[in-house]
């Protein structure tokens, strides 16, 4: 068979295939793009008396889906219709803030609570009233009108779960088509080149000896292989490889990027804060308010370990820990050095950041490790791509006031307000 016309068909379907896969993302976008504009969820209207919804489902799952459901009893009873068991609002929110005060101060509703479940609710004195307002409304607006969450839906072998076949209904047939069309291009050149091949060989007499050449010829594998341009291309791309992992390990040292050491306790950020939701500010209770983010107490753990698996050897160790006063001795995985100073109440509570963010997707990790670099360039490149939330702030409104006149727009990022500057970080 002619070798070139061999070459042909093979440029041809790299590039066939190279345009579909410029074509399969756009497919892909255009999907996704619909789907997520389709299933995205309505905000939830404020509920009557004030509060507002919305606000107090934040505060529902920060402090309060740890151990209660609507619908189901977790750690304490479910919620549905609270708000009905209570002669009023000011009464539940007594409750609330202070479970044990009124359980011990006669409440008849309370005490019923108390001697069925065997434990006392922890205070949230620490909650505003617009916060046990806003709670209140969320109980109240699930209870009437329940939110269907995409988790509650029934998977089945015909039900796309977090729509992802949905997104490829599209998507599946346009690639099925176009490799199709592929195989049989492929099958058709083939053809065409066995007979052409056929043709020109029982008229080989009637060829010139160039053509009889690129027909018949082969190449010479031990003639390239041995060339010195080839020798010294080989020889150029090892040095680059060995001076570039020399490079890495160098640059490395220090970072522990990947480090997931084991615990004294197998505590899986999976099923609490991926299956459970638990909210990483309940067990990490300093986030919002100072430079640790704070390892958990025990007795965080105990407010749902008291009642539940309370016969796992693990739980067991926490049961050790608390009746021997002695602390577990958690292996720290996230470190900075000494001369780094990194706030976690300015990053999350002033600056709005995730914790997905710094520490990747916790909720799906089974044992935590580091996930990001955490080094200087690191940092100072989310600093100079991070847009600062001015907005309801008005200790930024001069600054930009200032910005806009200075540069034509509002967005202030982080290195706009000094966040490049070295004692920041260094002091």
């Known amino acids: 068979m002619n ?4 070459s042909q068909i093979v440029k041809f379907s790299f590039s066939f295939l190279f345009c579909l896969g410029l074509l399969t993302p756009r497919f892909s976008h255009a999907d996704s793009t619909a789907v997520a504009a389709a299933g995205a969820p309505a905000p939830a209207a404020a509920a009557a008396g004030g509060g507002d919804a919305v606000g107090g489902e934040a505060v529902f799952k920060a402090n309060c889906k740890q151990c209660h459901a609507i619908n189901d009893v977790v750690v304490g009873p479910a919620l549905k219709d609270a708000h009905k068991r209570w002669p009023s609002k000011e009464k539940l929110a007594g409750f609330i803030k202070y479970p044990q005060k009124v359980i011990e101060g006669g409440n008849a509703y309370a005490k019923g609570l108390y001697d069925k479940y065997k434990q006392f609710m ?8 617009k916060d046990i307002d806003n709670v209140i409304a969320y109980v109240v607006k699930e209870s009437e009108n329940p939110t269907v969450a995409k988790d509650d839906k029934k998977i089945g072998p015909d039900t796309p779960e977090k729509g992802g076949d949905e997104g490829s209904g599209l998507l599946a047939p346009v690639i099925a088509i176009l490799l199709v069309t592929l195989l049989v291009v492929i099958i ?3 053809v065409v080149i066995n007979l052409v091949s056929k043709i020109l060989s029982q008229k080989k007499e009637e060829l010139n000896p160039d053509d009889i050449d690129q027909m018949d010829g082969s190449i010479n594998w031990g003639t390239m292989f041995g060339h010195p341009l080839f020798k010294g291309v080989v020889a150029f791309i090892f040095v680059v490889m060995i001076g570039k992992v020399v490079f890495d390990q160098f640059y490395a040292i220090g970072i522990q990027q990947g480090y997931a050491p084991d615990q004294p306790i197998a505590f899986s950020h999976k099923l609490h804060a991926g299956m459970y939701e638990i909210d ?11 430079k640790s983010a704070t390892i958990p107490a025990a007795n965080i753990c105990m407010n749902c370990h008291n009642v539940i ?11 050790n820990a608390v009746e021997n006063n002695q602390p577990i001795k958690w292996v720290r995985i996230h470190n900075l050095p000494d001369l780094a100073y990194f706030n976690h109440a300015q990053h999350v509570k002033v600056g709005g950041i995730e914790c997905e963010k710094c520490h990747g997707p916790i909720k799906e990790m089974e044992v935590v490790q580091q996930h990001s670099p955490l080094t200087m360039g690191w940092c100072i490149n989310c600093h100079r791509e991070t847009v600062v939330k001015t907005e309801g702030n008005a200790y930024y409104d001069k600054m930009v006031e200032i910005h806009q006149a200075n540069h034509g727009t509002n967005k202030l990022k982080v290195e706009d307000i000094g966040g490049l500057e070295c004692s920041k970080c260094h002091y």
């Open 3 to 6: 070798q070139r016309l061999t």
């Open 188 to 190: 058709l050149l083939l």
């Open 280 to 290: 990483c500010n309940y067990c990490h209770t300093g986030v919002n308010k100072g």
């Open 309 to 319: 698996k309370t016969e796992s050897p693990q739980i067991k160790k926490i049961w």
């Open 122 to 129: 922890p205070n949230h004195d620490f909650l505003s009233d």
